[in-house]
């Protein structure tokens, strides 16, 4: 069974920076593609970054390009997004997700809250 855990979002303030992380299991990790999303309230889902599962290739949002960085730790099947120089409008429940054919796993969210 694939399964996905997002952690490490919290309180920080305006500049600062954190560094989610995504555990998996359940599944070969370098055949997927990976991607972390985030939703903020009244908002419709965003894609922060996309890696593709044939030759690894990152594609980022424009609204975090250039701050946020993803990496991946195959030995432990672990996604990381490294956030930098947060603003305001990156508050939002951060998802960690997956996906190889049809099939589309998600991680149930974390919380980051970029505050003055």
């Known amino acids: 069974e694939v399964q996905l855990q997002a952690s490490g979002g919290g309180l920080v303030q305006v500049g600062g920076s954190l560094r989610l992380s995504c555990a998996t299991s359940g599944f070969t990790f370098d055949d997927y593609a990976i991607g972390w999303f985030r939703q903020a309230p009244g908002k419709e889902r965003e894609k922060i970054v996309c890696?593709?599962?044939?030759?690894?290739?990152?594609k980022y949002g424009d609204s975090v390009k250039g701050r946020f960085t993803i990496s991946t730790d195959s030995r432990k099947n672990t996604v990381y997004l490294q956030m930098n120089r947060l603003k305001p409008e990156d508050t939002a429940v951060y998802y960690c997700?997956?996906?190889?054919?049809?099939?589309?796993?998600w991680g149930q969210g974390t919380q980051v809250t970029v505050s003055s």
């Open positions: 997700n997956v996906r190889r054919n049809q099939y589309v796993y």
């Open positions: 890696i593709n599962s044939y030759d690894r290739n990152i």
